[in-house]
Nanobody, 120 residues
Framework: QARLEESGGGLVQPGGSLRLSCAAS??????????MSWHRQPPGKEREFVAA????????KYADSVKGRFTISKDSAMNGANLQMNSLKPEDTAVYYC???????????WGQGTLVTVSS
């Protein structure tokens, strides 16, 4: 069955960088029908959208709070997606979740999350 697993979280200083990875099994993320996205849940807060890469034309969308600092990409070799995070701020501290979905079906799968802590 379709599964996602995040990795790469950890402790980083403000202004630093971190790369999160999301490995998929049971489906192909490079499929033109699959959209990959990242979401995060800060401590004590609701889960929020971070970034997405579309199933057509590599269209990317970002939350205003991360625009210009984060980059989402698909990695066909890994069969997954990455989130490159630069210029990290303490408010970026959260559990980061990867999601795969399709506009043309009810397909949706979430990873279990990886914790990112931005602190000096």
């Amino acid at each position: 069955q379709a599964r996602l697993e995040e990795s790469g979280g950890g402790l980083v200083q403000p202004g630093g960088s971190l790369r999160l990875s999301c490995a998929a099994s049971g489906f192909t993320v490079s499929s033109h029908v699959i959209t990959m996205s990242w979401h995060r849940q800060p401590p004590g807060k609701e889960r929020e959208f971070v970034a997405a890469i579309g199933s057509v034309g590599d269209i990317r969308k970002y939350a205003d709070s991360v625009k210009g600092r984060f980059t989402i990409s698909k990695d066909s070799a890994m069969n997954g997606a990455n989130l490159q995070m630069n210029s990290l701020k303490p408010e970026d501290t959260a559990v980061y979740y990867c999601k795969a979905s399709s506009r043309y079906s009810d397909f949706e799968v979430w990873g279990q999350g990886t914790l990112v802590t931005v602190s000096s």
